[in-house]
């Protein structure tokens, strides 16, 4: 078997050493399935990182890059203790990641989707502080009634 190609992506990659490849977006889970219990309490522990102000001000600062301990402290207003705090609690539900740099620490999100859900999020609430409500589209209701 040769390593990433073709459907066999990550057992390739996890017998060739390297890093699991995301998967194409028709691999991930379908959120209109119902939710096992098990996945569910997975979930909102993952959520959980975003129940705090604190966490939440990192997450977003680092949703414009990679930065040290020192940079999101003054970013967020916090303490470097405070930020390396939630910078464990963020890195065990693996939200972000760091990379050592000389005798510093440079942190990023973890991966994309992590900036897609600040986004959502920040949007959501948007949307219910100015009571915006989306109304469906027309589509083929619409079509249908011309013809």
Known sequence: MLCGVG???????????SLPVVPHPAEHLNPTEPLPDEEA????????????????KLLFA??????????LA????LTPNAVSQQLRVLRHLRMVVARREGRSVRYRLHDTHIRDLLTAIRHQAEHAEHEWVDTPALGAAATDARS
């Not at 309490?41 to 939440?56: C, D, I, K, V």
């Not at 003054?74 to 207003?77: D, E, H, I, S, T």
């Open 7 to 17: 459907v066999f992506i990550r057992m390739a990659a996890r017998n060739c050493g």
């Open 41 to 56: 309490e997975r979930l909102a522990e993952r959520m959980a990182a975003f129940g705090t102000a604190s966490r939440l």
């Open 62 to 71: 680092l949703a414009a890059g990679e930065r040290s301990v020192d940079d």
């Open 74 to 77: 003054q970013l967020a207003r």
